[in-house]
């Protein structure tokens, strides 16, 4: 008998483990991942920035975990000695219309507790980024770069010392009822506890659905595909640069992110995965892509922002066409400066309404708590969650 077993081996599952073992070193817990390796899927293709807190609504679970995450990670960095660095970002507003907006974003930041933000001017705009197109910006001190691919393994490796266990290649196929308890049943074993926390990322709402039936959101997998810029290219960007993003649309569009690995990534766009792992074009699971185009919630959205959708995808499809977008913000930018990159799958739930959810999504019953939508900023956010969920986890052990 475990006291709580996490689905789900990536940051948010590995995170709240760990903030679990903080809080009690005595529970016995057990976590499940059916990968060979942890943080395979979302967490290990992230564009790995250390978001600020900038952009979510005021008191939000997405504004508060953002801004209370991202001091837990920086110091979580420090003390693990994991290389991070707050570079700071720029938002650029290339259009006059994009200007409101701009503003709107400057004042959130504001109420969500940022400190130091300033306004530019185009000419200040050049201080930061020489190259960068705009007409007025905001600069972000915040924001930061980090591989979370190393943070995660870091949180999974502390789980095992403070006496966690992971097991690894198990996949869950069902959740059982028993009296005061919960069977989860994998391909190789059965265990029985007292508490299921569901951290399945792209799988959270097939696992919820083993609980809750009648769940009211269903994951739409979403691929946001990156260039590089050639080395002989980085020069064009020192940090990050940020368009002003749609505030109807939960995505910040293509942008530049200065890798803690090295390199600079261009990217992502925002394209319909035809498989919920589905990384490249050719990916596709027909089961998976029936079940996300049945979905009356989808098919609203796709009636709604059909323009931005095609507009996606034909620059999926279009090199040119993706170039013209980055050229936006940086017009010296050539089709022959960008190198194909990777991609990575965005776990986005849509409720049966037709609703993008724009927060994070935490679903509690007595045995079971379920983490039903997480998207970014919930690799920055990561210790909050898991703290949060924690928290609400040992409501049943008091």
């Not at 679970?61 to 003390?79: E, P, S, W």
């Not at 930061?128 to 600069?139: A, M, T």
């Not at 699971?285 to 922002?305: D, I, M, R, T």
């Not at 022959?336 to 049966?352: F, H, I, K, N, P």
Request: hydrophobic letters at 40%; charged letters at 25%.
């Amino acid at each position: 008998m475990y006291d709580v077993t996490v689905i789900g081996g990536g940051i948010v599952g590995l995170a709240t483990a760990l903030q679990l073992k903080v809080s009690n070193p005595f529970l016995n817990i057990l976590l499940l991942e059916k990968e060979n390796e942890l943080a395979r899927h979302q967490t290990g293709n992230n564009s790995g920035v250390i978001h600020s807190g900038l952009y979510y609504k005021p008191g939000s679970l997405k504004a508060r975990n953002c801004i209370h995450g991202y001091h837990l990670l920086v110091d979580f960095c420090r003390q693990n000695e994991i290389p991070f660095e707050l570079c700071g970002k720029i938002v650029v507003a290339t259009d006059e219309k994009e200007l409101p907006l701009l503003e709107n974003l400057y004042v959130r930041g504001e109420q969500n507790g940022l400190k130091n933000l300033k306004r530019l001017s185009k000419d200040e705009l050049k201080e930061y980024e020489p190259h960068v197109n705009g007409l007025r910006g905001i600069f972000v001190p915040q924001t930061g770069i980090v591989d979370y691919r190393l943070v995660a393994i870091k949180y999974g490796d502390l789980i095992q010392q403070k006496g966690g266990i992971i097991n690894r290649n198990e996949k869950v196929l069902d959740i059982q009822h028993a009296p005061d308890s919960r069977v989860v049943v994998t391909q190789k074993a059965s265990y029985s506890t007292k508490l299921v926390i569901n951290c399945a990322g792209l799988y959270s709402d097939k696992i919820a659905r083993m609980t809750v039936p009648d769940l009211n959101v269903k994951i739409i997998p979403f691929r946001g595909e990156y260039y590089k810029l050639r080395q002989e290219k980085e020069y064009l960007v020192k940090n990050l640069i940020y368009p002003v993003p749609d505030p109807n649309f939960p995505f910040l569009g293509v942008h530049f992110t200065r890798m803690a690995k090295g390199g600079v990534e261009a990217g992502p766009n925002a394209v319909l995965a035809f498989k919920r792992e589905g990384y490249k074009k050719s990916d596709i699971n027909l089961s998976e892509l029936g079940e996300s185009l049945a979905w009356p919630g989808f098919q609203k959205v796709a009636a709604k922002y059909w323009r931005t959708g095609f507009g996606e995808m034909y620059r999926s499809f279009s090199k040119a066409a993706f170039t013209k977008a980055l050229q936006k913000l940086i017009p010296e930018i050539q089709e022959s400066d960008l190198v194909e990159g990777g991609a990575g799958v965005r776990a986005q739930a849509c409720d049966r309404q037709g609703g993008l959810v724009d927060d994070f999504l935490i679903l509690e019953e007595k045995h079971v708590i379920n983490v039903c939508n997480a998207p970014s900023p919930a690799a920055t956010s990561s210790l909050a969650i898991g703290e949060s969920v924690a928290q609400r986890a040992m409501t049943r052990f008091n």
